[in-house]
Antibody, heavy 121, light 108 residues
Framework: EVQLVESGGGLVQPGGSLRLSCTAS????????MSWVRQAPGKGLEWVSSITGSGGGSSYGDSVEGRFTISRDNSKNTLYLQMNSLRAEDTAMYYC??????????????WGQGTTVAVSS | EIVLTQSPGSLSLSPGERATLSCRASQSVSSDYLAWYQQIPGQTPRLLIH???SRATGIPDRFSGSGSGTDFTLTISRLEPEDFAVYYC?????????FGPGTKVDIK
């Protein structure tokens, strides 16, 4: 069974930083693209960032580009999201999601339970 | 950025009825890159359809997807009680992924 477990969320002040992690099991991790998707309370889904299976390519949503960095360690089956210069509007549940293929174009078929990020003074 | 618009915003139907959900893109989307998700309140999203019309693993055949270009449709042929949820379309294009705002299907 494929499992994704996120960690690293919490309460942080505006301008602060957090690093989220997502550990995968039950898959050949390097064979799949991975993504971060967030959902603010009571709102819809917002794509944050994606990375290819090899880690050689990545992309970001406009609202986080230049502040967030996605990375992966295929030897540890772990995906990361480094979040800097956090703003109140970054407050959300952050989901890690597995892509269907090594590139991130085709949809996300497994989702973690999410980790909550709250940005407030 | 390709913007996705979903209609209607909400839909009230009875179990056994047919649901037709629309997703319209601001510019043409490759059918390969169009997906639909279901999110039941309090749960994580679940992939229903990828490649515009291919059901994901384990998805019942009452769910079907169709469309091309800028207009895509998710159809639920006969609503079951567990189908009352929010449905999102999602696309990849121009190096970005975007989600639609969602259609809420609730019990009439």
């Amino acid at each position: 069974e494929v499992q994704l477990v996120e960690s690293g969320g919490g309460l942080v002040q505006p301008g602060g930083s957090l690093r989220l992690s997502c550990t995968a099991s039950g898959i050949i991790f390097s064979s799949y693209a991975m993504s971060w998707v967030r959902q603010a309370p009571g709102k819809g889904l917002e794509w944050v960032s994606s990375i290819t299976g090899s880690g050689g390519g990545s992309s970001y949503g406009d609202s986080v580009e230049g502040r967030f960095t996605i990375s992966r360690d295929n030897s540890k089956n772990t995906l990361y999201l480094q979040m800097n210069s956090l703003r109140a509007e970054d407050t959300a549940m952050y989901y890690c999601a597995k892509g269907l293929r090594p590139t991130y174009f085709y949809g996300m078929d497994v989702w973690g339970q999410g980790t909550t990020v709250a940005v407030s003074s | 950025e390709i913007v996705l618009t979903q209609s209607p915003g909400s839909l009230s139907l009875s179990p056994g009825e047919r649901a037709t959900l629309s997703c319209r893109a601001s510019q043409s989307v490759s059918s390969d890159y169009l997906a639909w998700y279901q999110q039941i309140p309090g749960q994580t999203p679940r992939l229903l359809i990828h490649g515009a019309s291919s059901r994901a693993t384990g998805i019942p055949d009452r769910f079907s997807g169709s469309g091309s270009g800028t207009d895509f449709t998710l159809t639920i042929s006969r609503l079951e009680p567990e189908d009352f949820a929010v449905y999102y379309c999602q696309q990849y294009g121009s190096a970005r992924i975007t989600f639609g705002p969602g259609t809420k299907v609730d019990i009439k």
